[in-house]
């Protein structure tokens, strides 16, 4: 899995795949971090590519003892589906 880099100049997490790539915007308020929006380039949408980077941002967001506030349709459905880190949503 790549790594997770947080690029704070843009407001988003980042992920590299095959030379893409995949991000997440986001912002942080109130002890949350709110996720925006989340985007895989064409030719990696549908191959698992935005919830690898969901799963590393869960990762951060546990990790840092914070909450995830998602906007962005993608960021709940996958939120709300996964067991192991549903209890992360605010």
Do not use: H
């Not at 790594?3 to 002890?31: M, P």
Request: glycine share 10%; with cysteine.
């Amino acid at each position: 899995m790549s790594e997770l880099r947080d690029n704070a100049a843009q407001s988003r997490y980042e992920i590299d795949v095959d030379g893409e790539i995949v991000f997440a915007d986001y912002w942080r308020a109130d002890g949350k971090l709110i996720i925006n929006w989340v985007e895989a380039p064409p030719k990696l949408r549908g191959t698992g590519a935005a919830g690898k980077l969901m799963t590393l941002v869960a990762e951060q967001a546990k990790g840092e003892g914070v909450r995830i506030m998602p906007m962005c349709g993608y960021a709940a459905g996958w939120l709300r589906a996964s067991k192991q880190y549903r209890d992360l949503i605010a």
